[in-house]
């Protein structure tokens, strides 16, 4: 059986030399273009002589279109020599295998023609070569050289009915995809009524950009639309609108609807949302937009194709080095505001609060300032120091950096607001519910958890006792002062039974109470980041489980049995 094996070279390099030894190793005659003296300038009419002396064509396609031979009387269109091979093989009848890199794939920007050549013959080439790949063919994707030769193999041996056992791909065994893994780049929101333009736009830059459409996120209302809505929006990069007179209709038809779902986008994303005009549209759509919080307008100019403009801003917003997995972990913030620490801070603190903040030798004025108008500037470690938002990033970098910590992954936080619990929406409750449920992590100020307000809505929240949340509490002074420690942590145990059981009897480790230090933060978060992303598959320690089995041995279990006894399992 002869088999031959066509590609762009300067790209995909190591994808081909996985392929061949892969195919090497069957009872094949395999033809490829290392055979050739130079790759990509290879003779042309060898190589089409080639294909058609071959039973079966594999054709491997990136972001290249690849070189281009002079017009000739066997290339009268002027077209790549890889798309006269992948013809060749259809008009001698032969059987073809396609694979294509996935859309959205991190790839090398060197070898991506709509980034190198936009707009030119070349980025046009593959972009419509592509598309008619993937509408003619049921197309294998890849995105690494061992996955693709295991893709190879496997449809080399289904199609020519290999004997079992005589393809044997090197196949790796995989986790399936992290349930919170970021998919998309762009998450375009959209009128009903601008569905195709939407959709040619989407068309447009896929190449490089992976996006979905929707028309229906900004029409939710229910808590299970809300939840649904929420999903999507995280597993992208971020989120944009495509600005229309249409547009403007939907948004105005519902204000309060419109705000929950677009502060839901901008929170989760950490990005300003995008705005996209339509081609022709009023002038007047773009300053409408500033209403409703969308700060940066992308508009068509004669020099610049809205598509060019699109790429431009979303290769400076999210980049385009991406992660090939990027996982998204929610992360709230419980702390006060400077409002709030006004109320519970003011000229006569409560006994207890007095009690603390005196104990640890702090004055009120010094720890107010310590609140921002936004909790997620607090400063926990007092005024001077950075906001809990610069420690988590610098956490996750930290983390991200050795990939063997994550087995390549990378945290990307995708923040959830407190101020939409202390809201009791049920939407919103259901959001909570859900991170609870599959992993999230909470960083919360323990003088913040003796604000009546902020206490009363952390406790009915799904947070204070769910099974898979990474909870730390941060001291608001260095718990080696002895006296006001013990206070704080005793008024604590009182008020928070389940994170204190946690911390105290079961030793959970993804659980950490009284931290007064960034240090001590920062070997916690290092510490526990993977196991929180691990924790959507991975069973936690079920507290009240150990409780119960406490109760019936009438002591406390062990750390050894403490782990056995997770959610969802027996005991």
């Known amino acids: 059986m002869r088999v031959y094996l066509s590609s762009t070279v300067s790209d995909l390099k190591e994808f081909r030399t996985a392929v061949l030894a892969a195919l090497r190793r069957l009872p094949l005659d395999v033809v490829a273009m290392e ?35 002079e017009v000739g009387p066997h290339n009268p269109d002027g077209r790549s020599i890889t798309e006269l091979e992948y013809r060749k093989a259809g008009t001698a009848a032969r059987k073809r295998l396609v694979f294509l890199v996935k859309d959205g794939a991190r790839w090398d920007t060197n070898h991506i023609d709509a980034v190198t050549h936009p707009g030119e013959p070349p980025a046009l080439g593959i972009r419509r070569l592509r598309e008619e790949l ?38 790796s065994v995989a986790e399936p995809p992290h349930p919170r893994r970021l998919t998309r780049d762009l998450h375009l929101l959209h009128a009903p009524r601008d569905q195709e333009t939407a959709a040619r736009l989407a068309t447009a830059v ?256 799904p947070l204070n006792d769910g099974a898979q949340v990474s909870l730390i509490t941060l001291s608001p002074g260095d718990p080696a002062t002895g006296t006001p420690h013990e206070l704080i942590r005793d008024v604590l145990a009182e008020r928070l039974h389940h994170a204190h059981h946690r911390f105290g009897d079961v030793l959970d480790p993804l659980c950490e109470m009284n931290v007064a230090g960034r240090l001590h933060l920062d070997r916690w978060l290092h510490a526990s980041l993977p196991q929180t992303l691990d924790a959507y598959r991975n069973a936690r320690p079920s507290v009240d489980k150990a409780r119960r089995l406490e109760a019936e041995l009438g002591t406390r279990p062990t750390v050894s049995m403490a782990r056995l006894i997770t959610e969802g399992g027996g005991t």
């Open 35 to 69: 055979d050739y003296a130079a790759f990509d300038e290879r003779p042309l009419e060898k190589c089409l002589a080639d294909v058609e002396s071959c039973d079966l064509y594999i054709g491997l396609f990136a972001f290249r279109y690849g070189f281009v031979p």
């Open 206 to 461: 896929r190449g490089l950009w992976s996006v979905t459409t929707s028309s229906t996120d900004l029409l939710t209302s229910t808590p299970q639309e809300m939840l649904t809505l929420d999903r999507a929006v995280t597993a992208a990069r971020t989120v944009a609108l495509l600005l229309s007179p249409s547009l403007m209709t939907v948004l105005g038809e519902n204000p309060e609807r419109t705000r929950r779902i677009l502060d839901l986008a901008r929170a989760r994303t950490a990005h300003p949302l995008l705005g996209i005009t339509v081609p022709g549209s009023d002038p007047a759509v773009a300053p409408d937009a500033t209403r409703w919080g969308i700060t940066e307008v992308i508009a068509e100019s004669a020099a610049h194709p809205l598509p060019n403009r699109l790429h431009a801003v979303l290769s400076r917003a999210v980049g385009l080095q991406r992660p090939d997995h990027e996982i998204g972990l929610p992360v709230v913030i419980v702390t006060m505001t400077d409002g709030e620490a006004e109320c519970l801070l003011g000229e006569t603190p409560p006994g207890q609060v007095a009690d603390i903040v005196q104990g640890f030798g702090l004055s009120t004025e010094s720890v107010r300032a310590r609140y921002d108008t936004s909790r997620t500037d607090w400063r926990p470690f007092g005024a001077e120091s950075r906001t809990i938002t610069e420690v988590l990033d610098t956490a996750v970098a930290g983390v991200n950096d050795p990939d063997l910590l994550l087995r390549g992954r990378k945290i990307r936080l995708q923040p959830y607001l407190f101020d939409d619990l202390l809201s009791y929406d049920p939407a919103h409750s259901l959001l909570f519910r859900d991170i609870a449920r599959n992993g999230c992590l909470v960083v919360a100020d323990e003088l913040s958890l003796l604000h009546p307000d902020l206490e009363a809505a952390f406790l009915a929240s």
């Open 134 to 171: 993937m509408k003619e063919h049921g197309v294998g994707w890849f995105a690494n050289p061992d996955q693709l030769a295991a893709e190879v193999m496997a449809a080399v041996a289904g199609d020519l009915r290999l004997p079992a056992g005589a393809a044997d791909p090197p196949r």
